[in-house]
């Protein structure tokens, strides 16, 4: 999955367990793109269970986002 934009939503939710999560960085038509993988609870990481892929523009919205969250 590609992000295109961040929205916020106010909504409840709970911590979730551990997961094994992994981050690849790759390059395509000299776009650099930044994934992170998630894998099963039993930590196999023949198949990642969730993709999410950003580019240079939403890493640097994203870390804005979690610069004002978490008052760094």
Known sequence: ?????????N?????QDVRETSYSVTE???EKLF???TYSSEGSTAGA???IQFDKKRASE???????????
């Open 1 to 9: 999955m590609f992000v295109e934009k961040w929205e916020k939503e």
């Open 62 to 72: 994203l870390i804005d986002i979690l610069r004002t969250e978490f008052n760094l």
């Open 35 to 37: 994934q992170i993988q």
């Open 11 to 15: 909504r409840n939710f709970r911590k």
């Open 49 to 51: 269970k969730q993709t």
């Open 28 to 30: 395509i038509y000299g």
